[in-house]
C-alpha cells in the first residue's frame, strides 16, 4: 500500500507540473485583456452552452455573449470562469469562434482551464469551475460576440 501511495504521488506532482508549465509560460507573456463569462450547460451526446460575460481591455468594459456546441457529453451544470486575453489588438477582435478540446467529469463542484484560439489568432487562458452532474470528452467550438 505504500508503495501505490507513492506512485499515486509521484503521478500527481508529474501531472501538476505538466499543466503548470503552459500556466507558467503564459506569465512570461503580459495579457491584453483580462475576461470573464458565466452560464449553463446541458447536453445529451450534442451539448449546448449559453452566457455572458466582461471583457476588460485598455481600462473599459465590454459585455459579452458567449454560446457553444459540445459534441461527446452528457449532463449538466453551471460554470464560471476567468482568464486572460493575449493577442488583442481590437476590441472587436475578441470576436469569433473559439476551438478546443476538453475532457472533465463534474460531480457536484469542479475546477479546469481552458485554453482556446479563434480565426483572429486571439487566445483565451482560463481558469473554471463547475456545479452539477456532467461527463465530457468532447471538441468544443464556443461562439463570443459584443453585446
Do not use: C
Amino acid at each position: 500500500m505504500v508503495r501505490s501511495k507513492s506512485t499515486r504521488l509521484a503521478m500527481t506532482l508529474a501531472l501538476a507540473g505538466a499543466l503548470a508549465a503552459p500556466a507558467g509560460l503564459a506569465h512570461a507573456q503580459r495579457p491584453d485583456a483580462t475576461i470573464s463569462f458565466s452560464g449553463g450547460q446541458v447536453a445529451f451526446i450534442l451539448g449546448v452552452k449559453w452566457g455572458g460575460g466582461t471583457l476588460t481591455f485598455h481600462g473599459r468594459r465590454y459585455p459579452l455573449r458567449v454560446n457553444g456546441l459540445q459534441l461527446g457529453s452528457i449532463g449538466g451544470s453551471s460554470y464560471s470562469a476567468v482568464g486572460e486575453v493575449y493577442h488583442l489588438r481590437n476590441v472587436k477582435d475578441i470576436e469569433g469562434t473559439y476551438g478546443a478540446a476538453t475532457a472533465s467529469a463534474t460531480a457536484g463542484r469542479g475546477a479546469g482551464g481552458i485554453d482556446m484560439t479563434n480565426g483572429n489568432g486571439v487566445e483565451i487562458r482560463a481558469r473554471s469551475s463547475h456545479a452539477g452532474l456532467q461527463l465530457t470528452l468532447a471538441a468544443a467550438g464556443v461562439d463570443i460576440r459584443l453585446k
